[in-house]
């Protein structure tokens, strides 16, 4: 026995072994010519990875909620009007967050499992006029995801900057930063960019740039201020070297391989990719008879799925015997939900086995929990949705 597991959750995921080398180097200096290449490289490749050939990319050392700051502390002034759009657990954080940076915000939230319409949120966007909308793509809290489509057209018919949460999203789920006129993208290394936690990721659009340097108050925060990095991102990709703080150098060279990677595999094809994956697996647990959090399949993501174990049935310890299965799922995270639902990641480097390998040990983990399901039944209807075969 090796001890081995597959890591299924919502971020981290699985890495790739080019990946996990390119980690492994002899730290190079951050000035060092291959370093800037590598650095310069990883930025360019962004504005192809989220399809905004116009847009500034940053990289900056921090996990998801600062790649939120450093959209939301550059983007509001102190009495600015913001809306968010709320599907979860991180929708909710916007709310905090941009309070502490002195906006007015209105919430928009969702019940447990739904989304917000879009009707909905165009009616708040007339009556509050918001300078910045907020909206989580796919909320890891809930398994929703958000149409993204229209919400940049939305925001500029009523003057606001919109702002993506894609932490669970981008690279996964299809995204076309310039042509929906998404203003920022965010997101963090951990998921299916595929590059272990500790880089905080955005591209921002030109109107987020305009709405930047037209500040009258300088950036409360000093280390997510733009003025400070911008700089530092122009150099690197002019192939300069540049100095505010030191860049996570082993990471960002990881970042270089997996972007490489991905747009390899080419946008398109993985966008269709996740999708494919994660209707298999939905099958999956459909065919266990259980119920997703997102009743309604329109709101289901693709990187992530979120269910409901039945009554009676303690969370932990059904995870804790996935887990003896040899697969890691998540427990649940929204309070209202946390101790009836788990979590299950399939983004990034997942392919087909990995769907089924689960959905096997997500069967034993119930049985070994006291619920009886046909042995197989999950597996049989991913593999068959995998093969193009309906007829549940
Ligand atoms: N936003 C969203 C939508 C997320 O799913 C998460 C984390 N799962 C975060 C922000 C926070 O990112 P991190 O995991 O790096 O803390």
Redesign the pocket.
């Known amino acids: 026995m090796k001890g081995r597991s597959l890591l299924m959750i ?2 981290p995921i699985e890495f790739e072994p080019d990946v996990l080398s390119a980690l492994g180097e002899p730290t190079p200096s951050h000035l060092a010519p291959a370093f800037l290449d590598a650095f310069g490289g990883a930025l360019a490749s962004m504005r192809e990875a989220w399809l905004c050939p116009s847009g500034q990319p940053l990289v900056v050392a921090g ?3 600062f790649a ?1 700051e450093l959209a939301a502390a550059n983007l509001v002034e102190p009495g600015d009007r913001a809306l968010v759009v709320s599907t979860g657990v ?1 929708g909710d954080r916007f709310v905090d967050l941009l309070g502490r940076h002195g906006a007015e915000v209105t919430a928009l939230s969702a019940d447990v499992g739904g989304g917000v319409d879009l009707n909905r949120i165009e009616d708040a966007a007339r009556k509050t006029k918001p300078r910045l909308l907020t909206v ?1 793509h ?3 809290s809930t398994g929703v995801r958000m149409p993204i489509a229209e919400i940049g057209a939305l925001a500029r018919r009523h003057g606001a900057i919109s702002v993506i ?1 894609g ?2 999203s981008v690279a996964g789920e299809e995204i076309r930063q310039e042509a929906w006129q998404l203003d920022v993208v965010l997101t ?1 290394s ?1 998921k299916a960019i595929g590059v272990p ?1 500790g880089l905080a990721l955005l591209v921002a659009g030109p109107r987020a740039l305009e709405r930047f340097e037209a500040r009258k108050q300088p950036v409360r925060s000093y280390y997510a201020d733009w003025s400070k990095w911008l700089p530092v991102m122009r150099a690197y990709e002019a192939r300069t070297p540049s100095y505010f703080g030191t860049p996570p150098v082993n990471l960002i060279c990881a970042l270089s391989v997996s972007l490489r990677q991905i747009l390899e595999e080419g946008m398109d094809v993985r966008f269709v990719r996740h999708e494919k994956l994660s209707r298999a697996f939905q099958a999956g647990v459909d065919a266990l008879g259980l119920c997703q959090v997102p009743a309604d399949s329109t709101w289901r993501a693709h990187t992530l799925t979120a269910c409901y174990l039945p009554d009676g049935i303690g969370v932990s310890p059904f995870v804790r015997a996935v887990g003896s299965a040899g697969v890691v799922i998540a427990g649940g995270l929204h309070p209202d939900i946390r101790e009836r639902t788990f979590r299950v990641g399939h983004m990034g480097a997942v392919r087909a086995g990995d769907i089924l390998a689960a959905l096997g040990a997500i069967e034993t983990g119930l049985r070994e929990v006291g619920m009886a399901s046909l042995p197989g039944a999950g597996v049989a209807a991913a593999a068959r949705t995998l093969a193009g075969i309906s007829g549940d």
């Open positions: 919502p971020g996990s998801g909620p939120m991180f989580t796919v909320d890891t949460d932490v669970c963090a951990q936690p």
